[in-house]
């Protein structure tokens, strides 16, 4: 049986009175991390926090989300990258990257396409991420990389087991990624984030059901809401879903036991 702790938080909870309200503290414990899905503007950005104090950022969101996303970073004090992943070539932005170098002291980066040859140069690390890939972020948080596509609404999909919880990152919604994802043992994942800003034909019924997830998340794009029957769809099965635009930051803690949600407001 999948475990869930799922919890509507006030900012008292987060930031007890006697502390800067200002600053998010996660207050991981030994063998916890946690996955903090940013409520940018426009597109895609999370950041990964592991127990050890390891930071990484999944995605860099639009064009011109950078000070969005060090916003948010700096709620966090956030000051060095161990990592940056990119699951979509849309969200490679060059100028950003640059910056977390200098600012961050990002070290590695990672996707799911060759690296290019102005991206071989000493600054940093780049590595290619294939299916089958496995990589160990912190002690006993492991991704897997699920699928690598690079046709139209593809894109690199992985998950992350930590226990007995695990949690999807979906970036395709294609056929073919579809059939793969469907061979795969995908019922203890208790979190999906859906890919394509929940937009029509983004996640069908038949992979919904195949992975049964309890939690869903959706990022905001500018000017496009998650589609109807979709949403519906989700509200059917029972499936929780935080959306960024109406929840602000979405912070899941994942322990030994199973998860949290905290669903915070927006923060200025």
């Known amino acids: 049986m999948k475990i869930i702790l799922a ?16 600053v998010i503290h996660l207050h991981l414990k030994e063998g916890e ?14 950041l990964l926090h592991t127990a050890e104090g390891r930071q990484f950022l999944i995605n860099t969101g639009y064009k011109g989300s950078g000070p969005e996303i060090l916003h948010y970073m700096n709620k966090f004090q956030i000051r060095q990258l161990d990592g940056l992943i990119i699951t979509e ?11 977390l170098i200098k600012t961050r002291k990002l070290k590695k980066i990672f996707a799911g396409w060759p690296a290019k040859d102005h991206l071989c140069g000493g600054r940093f690390i780049y590595e290619q991420w294939l299916a089958g890939t496995l990589q160990e972020l912190d002690s006993g948080v492991k991704l897997a ?14 998950s992350i087991k930590h226990f007995d919880s695990r949690f999807l990152w ?17 019922k203890d994942s208790n979190i999906v984030k859906v890919p394509k800003f929940g937009v029509h034909g983004s996640l069908s019924y038949n992979l919904l059901t195949h992975i049964d997830p309890q939690t869903a998340i959706i990022f905001k794009r500018k000017d496009q809401r998650p589609n109807g029957e979709l949403m519906e769809m989700l509200h059917q099965m029972w ?22 949600v905290f669903s915070i407001p927006e923060l200025k």
């Open 145 to 158: 990389v699920l699928y690598n596509g690079s046709q139209k609404n593809e894109g690199l999909d992985f």
């Open 239 to 260: 499936i929780d879903v935080y959306y960024a635009e109406q929840h602000g930051l979405i912070i899941v803690k994942f322990t030994k036991e199973g998860y949290e």
């Open 7 to 22: 919890v509507f938080v006030s900012l008292m909870f987060i930031f007890p009175a006697s502390t800067d309200a200002s």
């Open 89 to 99: 070539k849309k969200y490679w932005q060059e100028r950003f990257i640059q910056q």
């Open 33 to 46: 991390f946690a996955l903090s899905f940013l409520p940018l503007s426009n597109g895609e950005a999370a």
């Open 170 to 186: 979906m970036s395709s919604a294609s056929r073919s990624a579809e059939k793969k994802m469907l061979t795969q043992s995908l």
